[in-house]
């Protein structure tokens, strides 16, 4: 196997990626990706070429110059193939933390899963426990399967105020969970999150990889 080093040669297939993945050609992503499993290791395809096109996307949406459609897209197109292309065992996911994603007390679920999917394409496992959860069926779950991350989504202020209620039934219950909060109320305050006490609060997909990754890097994992 090659390494991927040559600075060019990455950019060239992160764009190409990138041009594939906004024109929705989920074919041409899928010959783009088998091509490129011949000559490198599964890991350096996700780290190195799916995940800057992602981000780039991400940071697209939030310029104005990519649509939503085109970001949710580009993240199931990802979610969908990357089993095909690269088997579910090459990509290290066993040693990650335990991580998982939930809409809290509403169903509107878009942004719960554009986040899933960019998440999994990357090479992250995230449980998805679904829309509508009340504060009491959330905690619940995630004292059950020892969650280690939490992300929630949410669309209205009442339900992002309610994940402070979230923080203190699971300081109660001694969970030492993280929650990375996201959503439209905590686009238009800076702050919010800190009111909420979430840990985290992810404006973007990338902003999403970008804390994941950062969290799995302080764990030591």
């Known amino acids: 196997m090659e390494e991927l080093s040559s600075v060019d040669v990455v950019n060239k297939h992160v ?25 490198y290791e599964p890991i350096a395809i996700v780290e190195r070429i799916i995940v800057p096109s992602l981000e780039q996307i ?13 970001v949710y ?12 292309v690269i088997p579910h065992e090459q990509i290290n996911r066993q040693q990650q933390l335990k991580m998982a994603i939930a809409t809290l007390e509403d169903f509107h679920t878009l942004g719960k899963q554009i986040v899933k999917g960019f998440l999994y394409a990357s090479g992250f496992e995230v449980a998805d426990y679904g829309g509508g959860l009340t504060v009491g069926s959330l905690v619940e779950r995630v004292i059950r399967d020892k969650t280690d991350v ?45 009111e909420v006490e979430a840990d985290y609060a992810g404006r973007t997909v990338s902003d999403a990889i970008h804390i994941v990754r950062t969290l799995e890097n302080n764990k030591g994992v």
């Open 73 to 84: 897209m580009s993240g199931k197109i990802c979610s969908e193939i990357l089993d095909d």
């Open 15 to 39: 764009e190409y990626m990138t041009k594939s993945l906004l024109s929705v050609d989920k074919l041409q992503v899928k010959k783009m990706l088998m091509e490129l499993k011949e000559s």
């Open 150 to 194: 939490l992300l929630i989504s949410v669309l209205m202020l009442p339900s992002a105020l309610s994940i402070k209620e979230v923080r203190k039934q699971l300081r109660e219950r001694h969970a030492a969970t993280i929650i990375v909060a996201g959503g439209a109320p905590f686009n238009f305050d800076d702050e919010l999150f800190k």
């Open 58 to 70: 991400g940071e697209g949406w939030m310029t104005d110059t990519v649509s939503l459609s085109q």
